[in-house]
């Protein structure tokens, strides 16, 4: 948390240098464009893990932009998105070695089937592009850029149809099942809390292309299609956590993590749909 504090702070900080130094000789120079935007409805989390089920987002954010001529200008923002997906095994399992409240050795095993995470994500970004747009009343607009993103959340749940937990002894050659307060047990329709989840600093591609219509002299409104892709790894260099963690204290609360965290996770963020804008010159 105090990671998303920390990067939230910054990245206000730095948009609203950017921004009020805009905006401060905006008056001045009719060359310069303020809009706002609202834009979704589809923001996932691209992985390489399991059957990934996309999820819907919404961003929202303000731009400043500055016309190099009458249909080139050049522009920086600031924006909200969300991200939400859900990955699905209809079968995991795994085993480690572990050692109980008796500090006896043995194997613990977990098989779970019908397993769903729900993974959400905040993030603040900041774009920075070049637009180009023919001349007229009813303009047709291309634009393309950058984004760099900061994580102010993120969380995920999962459920379980079914899991099941045991201990292997190899050395009575006995594999255990019960009891539930040693950590072995059968349990169905499991659902976990819900717990943080921590992701790296976002880089993207941006383009958006579609129509602006002129309202008058100073304002206008823009009606396009966007996608932002990551080029980055947001989950990169993390621990390789076991899926349900065994700690040894009676009785035996068993830990659950992250898929992400129990595999090498390849992890972008990808928002694409209509966006829509209002802006004034």
Do not use: H, W
Not at 190 to 197: F, H, I, N, P
Request: hydrophobic share 30%; with cysteine.
């Amino acid at each position: 948390m105090k990671k998303y504090i920390r990067n939230y702070i910054t990245s206000i900080s730095i948009v609203t240098l950017l921004l009020g130094c805009g905006l401060n000789s905006y008056g001045q120079d009719k060359k310069q464009e303020l809009s706002i935007a609202v834009g979704g409805p589809f923001s996932f989390l691209k992985s390489n893990t399991g059957d990934v089920v996309p999820g819907n987002g919404i961003n929202a954010g303000i731009r400043y932009s500055y016309y190099l001529s009458e249909g080139l200008s050049i522009g920086i923002g600031a924006e909200y998105q969300t991200y939400k997906s859900d990955a699905k095994y209809q079968f995991i399992g795994g085993q480690y070695n572990a050692v109980d409240a008796e500090n006896e050795a043995f194997q613990f095993r977990y098989k779970a089937t019908g397993l769903r995470e729900t993974q959400k994500l905040g993030y603040v970004n900041i774009p920075i592009g070049i637009q180009f747009e023919t001349p007229g009343t009813t303009k047709l607009y291309l634009a393309a850029g950058a984004k760099i993103g900061f994580a102010t959340s993120g969380t995920y749940e999962t459920t379980m149809q079914n899991l099941t937990t045991s201990g292997y002894y190899p050395q009575y050659n006995v594999e255990l099942f019960n009891p539930a307060f040693a950590g072995f047990e059968n349990v169905n329709n499991l659902k976990t809390s819900k717990q943080d989840l921590n992701t790296d600093v976002s880089y993207s591609a941006t383009f958006e292309t579609g129509l602006k219509q002129n309202l008058g002299d100073r304002s206008a409104i823009y009606i396009g299609i966007y996608l932002d892709y990551g080029l980055n790894n947001i989950y990169k260099d993390k621990e390789n956590k076991n899926l349900v963690q065994y700690a040894p204290e009676l009785p035996v609360q068993l830990q659950y993590n992250s898929i992400l965290d129990s595999s090498d996770s390849n992890i972008r963020l990808v928002s694409y749909g209509l966006k829509l804008r209002y802006a004034i010159r």
